[in-house]
């Protein structure tokens, strides 16, 4: 079949009366074999988009008086016309309407590639049902009927307003199509910038200038030796070289025509690729990241290194599925998938070289030619790399994942179709190992870890995301299928970062309602990948879900509400105001995809770590596009990837692109490149029996077992300051309201009722404890306070009395409790230092414990022994909430060491032995005291949602019952209604 040498601009219909009856009329149009139905276009509208394969001569039989040119015989040909753009198509009748689209230059959503799985292709179509012509009125339907697909993935109201998929629905008639704003493929919002930083040039393409003699019969040389000669003179290394095939065809012709006075171009000091008149001043090079999803391409002078300008697009191969597993797929199952599939990347390339040497270099003033681009680095995953290198991906489909070939390699552009100089050379940046590809070595030579003492966990998040591990010591690395949802594809209203997609999630605890941040500030469509990621870790902070993300019931808020089958439920981020607005909402099964999607990353980077050996990371790396929108808080509460401080989170944008552009402009960076490939350890996790255990672990928010201690406060914004005013007749019975039993009891319930509280308060004093060992008191209006510290020395402290449990100041606290059984009482108990800190000067105890410390651990061991005594007789009593305060042995006063060997370890070990009692009964630890101990790993917090209306010590009393919670912090217990909406239920590690 002849190669069609029009284009579709230059199809033109014949004018009216132009004689051309009878007469085929050639035109320039697509053939397409469908992949799912092996249907065919007949005609393309002018200036459409052409089709995705090759051109085909398509001969039309024009009639007089019938401009279209449509015979009465053609009833198999359909109009589909596409709105709101306009553009129109003729197919074969039965042409899916997903092929329609494509041949007309329409971009519809479907990250699974028409794989009738996402529900993405979402199209609504405006004609009514064609009468069929036959007397009746019976109709016939436009479109083939509803599909086992479309009834699963379409509500029942979609359906009745003409809602169809377009990879499941056929054209059976003309018809307009409507493409709901969430169905169009927008401009993508792509980070193409680079970090500045000093570059070496060393380019691998050199110009040397020549100005040769003519030949002469005296000297007959041919042209090739003539110019072989001139270099050696210059440079002797440029003996032996040999010249491109195509430069060798223009050689004699650019010589004569520059009149002997020309530029050779040099690859590798090996060989000639090009001749060029005169002196050239400038030569080009591009570096091009080519992604599953987003191509990014740099165009670079390489005479100075200078990034000129940078352009990115969407991968033209995602109309045939989201990631790369189906793209293999496509590959393996169609006879023409890897020649689509080719062709697809073939145009977004060249599309980019287009665009950075005619319309952006001119606007940056410089004047460039394609033909002026004379080197090209690819970096790419391998799967990506084979597509580019037209090499069928079929191994990577299967196990062991084994691609053709690890090295780099240097082809030729003509033999890639890259319209660059047709003897341009394109390195390939050498890959690892089975997904791991040439993106993530060109990460490595960007970020260098092998040339750092910092354990650096680089991690370049998408479809397939790619981990690395390690420093100068050694590097590992491993790639882990995340899936699609970390990008926003698979997610209910998940689309891709562009023009009204949610990017930033903020929810407020208290009204649960979220702040929104809109990409280009437009009505929002829905929710890209750093918003889902942040929107589904403010809902587990929040309490919205559950640590094992299930939706918290009975929440009052419109907020959640059950999805249109009224069995899970939902959170509306945004709702939609009627007409083509729609409600955009987080899924129960939204939810879920970003837990796996979280899990695989953490667990293949603990995979890393267990092999590696590195028990602690230094610092965390987020490479690529999307690794620069996303919020580095949000990412570690929802545990994306092992604890570090927020401090050593670095964000660097495209660094893969950035690689692949050093490696454009110093060749040292491709042997650096090589070297390091070679050198990583490769870990396939999927493998590796624990693996899967790690995933399961991993699912949790942000982790069953694992804690993330590193961006926690240590302190609490509490005051530490007791408040209460007691009653002027509580005050008036002066120390018998703290001494005697009965005054003791009814001085409570007088404070009870003056406070409206349903439950009672003991002690009134606040030095019990150091009353029971011993501490002198003094009264200031009716109050005890302690008169001075009975011990001057450490040294003293041996002489702490044993026998501090049956002292009368505790056993009159339990004798009253015992009275009031049955009502709701609140015990109030001092923590271990706190109660030490009142027998002899902190400052000297602070200082004690580090100059004395075995004196002032003896010391605290009798103490923990005393308040184990006191919780349990007081919970054998019934007391239900016991509230335990430990404010001078907190970690903001004490420092984090001596919080974890001395005090807090002290206040950890009552806990963990009284901690078995605790059934229907809890310990709130104040707010200073429960930051702490999770600060140090002691405890965990999860968020659990109550009314922000309701007593939160009546809270604590209802809560209480459950066998479940034994612990609560992160509160103040003298406050009524703290104004939260969030109960922090404590447990003991």
Same mark, same amino acid.
């Given at each position: 079949?002849?190669?069609?040498?029009?284009?579709?601009?230059?199809?033109?219909?014949?004018?009216?009366?132009?004689?051309?009856?009878?007469?085929?009329?050639?035109?320039?149009?697509?053939?397409?074999?469908?992949?799912?139905?092996?249907?065919?276009?007949?005609?393309?509208?002018?200036?459409?988009?052409?089709?995705?394969?090759?051109?085909?001569?398509?001969?039309?039989?024009?009639?007089?008086?019938?401009?279209?040119?449509?015979?009465? *015989?053609?009833?198999?040909?359909?109009?589909?016309?596409?709105?709101?753009?306009?553009?129109?198509?003729?197919?074969?009748?039965?042409?899916?309407?997903?092929?329609?689209?494509?041949?007309?230059?329409?971009?519809?959503?479907?990250?699974?590639?028409?794989?009738?799985?996402?529900?993405?292709?979402?199209?609504?179509?405006?004609?009514?049902?064609?009468?069929?012509?036959?007397?009746?009125?019976?109709?016939?339907?436009?479109?083939?009927?509803?599909?086992?697909?479309?009834?699963?993935?379409?509500?029942?109201?979609?359906?009745?307003?003409?809602?169809?998929?377009?990879?499941?629905?056929?054209?059976?008639?003309?018809?307009?199509?409507?493409?709901?704003?969430?169905?169009?493929?927008?401009?993508?919002?792509?980070?193409?910038?680079?970090?500045?930083?000093?570059?070496?040039?060393?380019?691998?393409?050199?110009?040397?200038?020549?100005?040769?003699?003519?030949?002469?019969?005296?000297?007959?040389?041919?042209?090739?030796?003539?110019?072989?000669?001139?270099?050696?003179?210059?440079?002797?290394?440029?003996?032996?070289?040999?010249?491109?095939?195509?430069?060798?065809?223009?050689?004699?012709?650019?010589?004569?025509?520059?009149?002997? *006075?020309?530029?050779?171009?040099?690859?590798?000091?090996?060989?000639?690729?090009?001749?060029?008149?005169?002196? $050239?001043?400038?030569?080009?090079?591009?570096?091009?990241?080519?992604?599953?999803?987003?191509?990014?391409?740099?165009?670079?002078?390489?005479?100075?290194?200078?990034?000129?300008?940078? &352009?990115?697009?969407?991968?033209?191969?995602?109309?045939?599925?989201?990631?790369?597993?189906?793209?293999?797929?496509?590959?393996?199952?169609?006879?023409?998938?890897?020649?689509?599939?080719?062709?697809?990347?073939?145009?977004?390339?060249?599309?980019?070289?287009?665009?950075?040497?005619?319309?952006?270099?001119?606007?940056?003033?410089?004047?460039?030619?394609?033909?002026?681009?004379?080197?090209?680095?690819?970096?790419?995953?391998?799967?990506?790399?084979?597509?580019?290198?037209?090499?069928?991906?079929?191994?990577?489909?299967?196990?062991?994942?084994?691609?053709?070939?690890?090295?780099?390699?240097?082809?030729?552009?003509?033999?890639?179709?890259?319209?660059?100089?047709?003897?341009?050379?394109?390195?390939?940046?050498?890959?690892?190992?089975?997904?791991?590809?040439?993106?993530?070595?060109?990460?490595?030579?960007?970020?260098?870890?092998?040339?750092?003492?910092?354990?650096?966990?680089?991690?370049?998040?998408?479809?397939?995301?790619?981990?690395?591990?390690?420093?100068?010591?050694?590097?590992?690395?491993?790639?882990?299928?995340?899936?699609?949802?970390?990008?926003?594809?698979?997610?209910?209203?998940?689309?891709?970062?562009?023009?009204?997609?949610?990017?930033? $999630?903020?929810?407020?605890?208290?009204?649960?309602?979220?702040?929104?941040?809109?990409?280009?500030?437009?009505?929002?469509?829905?929710?890209?990948?750093?918003?889902?990621?942040?929107?589904?870790?403010?809902?587990?902070?929040?309490?919205?879900?559950?640590?094992?993300?299930?939706? $918290?019931?009975?929440?009052?808020?419109?907020?959640?509400?059950?999805?249109?089958?009224?069995?899970?439920?939902?959170?509306?981020?945004?709702?939609?105001?009627?007409?083509?607005?729609?409600?955009?909402?987080?899924?129960?099964?939204?939810?879920?995809?970003?837990?796996?999607?979280?899990?695989?990353?953490?667990?293949?980077?603990?995979?890393?770590?267990?092999?590696?050996?590195?028990?602690?990371?230094?610092?965390?790396?987020?490479?690529?596009?999307?690794?620069?929108?996303?919020?580095?808080?949000?990412?570690?509460?929802?545990?994306?990837?092992?604890?570090?401080?927020?401090?050593?989170?670095?964000? $660097?944008?495209?660094?893969?692109?950035?690689?692949?552009?050093?490696?454009?402009?110093?060749?040292?960076?491709?042997?650096?490149?090589?070297?390091?490939?070679?050198?990583?350890?490769?870990?396939?996790?999927?493998?590796?029996?624990?693996?899967?255990?790690?995933?399961?672990?991993?699912?949790?928010?942000?982790?069953?077992?694992?804690?993330?201690? &590193?961006?926690?406060?240590?302190?609490?914004?509490?005051?530490?300051?007791?408040?209460?005013?007691?009653?002027?007749?509580?005050?008036?019975?002066?120390?018998?309201?703290?001494?005697?039993?009965?005054?003791?009891?009814?001085?409570?319930?007088?404070?009870?009722?003056?406070?409206?509280?349903?439950?009672?308060?003991?002690?009134?004093?606040?030095?019990?404890?150091?009353?029971?060992?011993?501490?002198?008191?003094?009264?200031?209006?009716?109050?005890?306070?302690?008169?001075?510290?009975?011990?001057?020395?450490?040294?003293?402290?041996?002489?702490?009395?044993?026998?501090?449990?049956?002292?009368?100041?505790?056993?009159?606290?339990?004798?009253?409790?015992?009275?009031?059984?049955?009502?709701?009482?609140?015990?109030?108990?001092?923590?271990?230092?706190?109660?030490?800190?009142?027998?002899?000067?902190?400052?000297?105890?602070?200082?004690?414990?580090?100059?004395?410390?075995?004196?002032?651990?003896?010391?605290?061991?009798?103490?923990?022994?005393?308040?184990?005594?006191?919780?349990?007789?007081?919970?054998?009593?019934?007391?239900?909430?016991?509230?335990?305060?430990?404010?001078?042995?907190?970690?903001?006063?004490?420092?984090?060491?001596?919080?974890?060997?001395?005090?807090?370890?002290?206040?950890?070990?009552?806990?963990?032995?009284?901690?078995?009692?605790?059934?229907?009964?809890?310990?709130?630890?104040?707010?200073?005291?429960?930051?702490?101990?999770?600060?140090?790993?002691?405890?965990?917090?999860?968020?659990?949602?109550?009314?922000?209306?309701?007593?939160?010590?009546?809270?604590?009393?209802?809560?209480?019952?459950?066998?479940?919670?034994?612990?609560?912090?992160?509160?103040?217990?003298?406050?009524?209604?703290?104004?939260?909406?969030?109960?922090?239920?404590?447990?003991?590690?």
């Amino acid at each position: 079949m002849p190669e069609c040498p029009a284009q579709l601009s230059d199809v033109r219909e014949p004018a009216e009366g132009s004689g051309c009856a009878g007469l085929f009329y050639i035109q320039c149009m697509t053939w397409r074999v469908d992949r799912r139905d092996h249907t065919d276009s007949k005609s393309v509208q002018p200036g459409a988009t052409p089709g995705l394969s090759a051109n085909l001569w398509i001969h039309r039989m024009f009639l007089s008086g019938n401009p279209r040119g449509r015979q009465a *015989q053609e009833v198999n040909v359909m109009i589909v016309t596409f709105f709101p753009s306009g553009n129109k198509i003729e197919v074969k009748r039965g042409t899916l309407l997903a092929d329609a689209a494509e041949l007309a230059g329409v971009r519809i959503q479907s990250p699974c590639g028409y794989a009738k799985t996402c529900g993405k292709c979402k199209v609504q179509v405006l004609d009514p049902p064609q009468p069929d012509g036959n007397e009746g009125g019976a109709y016939e339907e436009r479109l083939s009927r509803l599909t086992s697909e479309e009834l699963k993935k379409l509500t029942e109201r979609e359906r009745e307003n003409g809602m169809r998929l377009a990879c499941c629905a056929k054209v059976f008639a003309d018809v307009r199509i409507f493409l709901p704003p969430e169905s169009r493929v927008g401009v993508p919002l792509i980070l193409d910038k680079v970090r500045g930083r000093q570059m070496v040039l060393k380019p691998a393409v050199l110009p040397y200038y020549l100005e040769l003699t003519p030949p002469t019969l005296a000297d007959h040389r041919d042209d090739y030796t003539r110019i072989k000669d001139a270099l050696a003179v210059i440079a002797p290394q440029l003996r032996d070289l040999h010249m491109d095939y195509r430069a060798s065809r223009e050689l004699s012709g650019v010589l004569r025509r520059a009149k002997w *006075q020309v530029t050779v171009l040099i690859l590798y000091d090996r060989e000639i690729i090009g001749v060029r008149g005169g002196e $050239v001043q400038d030569l080009y090079g591009m570096a091009i990241d080519i992604g599953t999803t987003t191509v990014a391409a740099y165009l670079c002078n390489l005479n100075n290194g200078k990034l000129m300008q940078s &352009a990115s697009a969407l991968n033209r191969q995602t109309a045939y599925g989201a990631d790369i597993l189906s793209r293999i797929s496509y590959c393996m199952h169609q006879e023409d998938g890897l020649e689509n599939l080719n062709q697809a990347l073939r145009r977004t390339v060249n599309g980019l070289i287009q665009e950075l040497t005619t319309r952006q270099a001119s606007d940056a003033g410089i004047n460039v030619d394609p033909a002026d681009v004379v080197e090209m680095t690819l970096v790419f995953n391998t799967v990506m790399q084979h597509i580019a290198l037209n090499i069928p991906p079929d191994t990577l489909g299967v196990s062991p994942f084994i691609s053709t070939y690890q090295e780099g390699v240097d082809i030729k552009a003509r033999d890639l179709g890259f319209e660059i100089m047709p003897g341009a050379n394109v390195h390939c940046l050498p890959s690892i190992a089975g997904f791991i590809g040439a993106d993530c070595t060109a990460v490595l030579i960007s970020e260098e870890p092998h040339r750092q003492d910092k354990r650096l966990l680089l991690i370049d998040i998408g479809t397939n995301s790619e981990i690395c591990l390690g420093n100068r010591a050694g590097l590992y690395s491993t790639s882990c299928a995340t899936g699609p949802a970390l990008e926003g594809a698979e997610i209910s209203c998940g689309m891709r970062a562009e023009g009204g997609a949610i990017q930033h $999630v903020a929810i407020d605890p208290h009204t649960l309602e979220p702040e929104l941040d809109v990409i280009g500030g437009e009505i929002p469509r829905g929710i890209c990948g750093s918003g889902i990621i942040d929107v589904v870790a403010q809902m587990a902070e929040s309490g919205l879900i559950a640590p094992d993300g299930k939706f $918290v019931k009975d929440l009052d808020s419109s907020r959640v509400r059950l999805d249109a089958g009224g069995k899970k439920y939902e959170y509306v981020l945004y709702f939609g105001q009627g007409g083509a607005e729609k409600d955009v909402v987080v899924t129960q099964k939204d939810v879920r995809a970003v837990q796996l999607a979280k899990a695989a990353l953490y667990s293949g980077a603990m995979t890393l770590m267990q092999a590696s050996g590195i028990t602690k990371i230094d610092g965390v790396i987020l490479a690529g596009a999307f690794g620069n929108y996303i919020d580095k808080a949000n990412a570690v509460k929802l545990g994306l990837f092992p604890d570090c401080s927020l401090d050593d989170v670095r964000v $660097v944008g495209n660094a893969a692109g950035e690689g692949a552009r050093l490696a454009l402009i110093n060749t040292d960076k491709r042997e650096e490149a090589y070297q390091v490939a070679k050198s990583v350890t490769f870990i396939e996790s999927a493998a590796d029996e624990g693996f899967y255990k790690l995933f399961g672990e991993a699912i949790t928010i942000p982790h069953e077992k694992d804690l993330f201690l &590193a961006n926690l406060k240590g302190v609490f914004p509490c005051t530490g300051i007791d408040d209460r005013v007691l009653p002027e007749a509580v005050l008036a019975k002066g120390a018998l309201a703290h001494r005697d039993i009965p005054t003791m009891l009814w001085s409570a319930r007088v404070t009870a009722a003056l406070e409206k509280q349903s439950f009672l308060r003991l002690p009134l004093s606040q030095t019990i404890e150091t009353q029971s060992y011993g501490a002198e008191l003094t009264w200031s209006a009716g109050t005890p306070l302690s008169s001075g510290y009975i011990f001057t020395q450490a040294a003293q402290l041996s002489a702490l009395s044993r026998e501090a449990f049956n002292a009368w100041p505790v056993q009159h606290v339990l004798k009253c409790i015992r009275q009031a059984r049955g009502e709701k009482i609140i015990l109030d108990i001092a923590g271990p230092f706190s109660i030490l800190g009142g027998l002899i000067d902190p400052t000297a105890l602070i200082r004690a414990a580090i100059t004395e410390k075995a004196l002032v651990g003896e010391a605290l061991a009798h103490i923990e022994d005393f308040l184990v005594q006191y919780i349990e007789a007081a919970l054998a009593a019934g007391v239900q909430v016991i509230s335990l305060a430990d404010p001078i042995g907190v970690m903001e006063i004490v420092g984090q060491r001596m919080y974890k060997e001395i005090s807090g370890r002290t206040l950890y070990a009552v806990l963990k032995r009284v901690y078995p009692a605790l059934d229907h009964a809890l310990i709130h630890l104040c707010g200073k005291t429960s930051a702490s101990l999770q600060k140090t790993g002691w405890i965990v917090l999860k968020p659990r949602r109550i009314s922000k209306d309701r007593d939160y010590r009546e809270t604590l009393f209802e809560l209480a019952e459950e066998k479940n919670i034994r612990l609560a912090g992160h509160h103040c217990i003298n406050h009524d209604a703290c104004g939260e909406s969030i109960f922090w239920h404590a447990e003991l590690r």
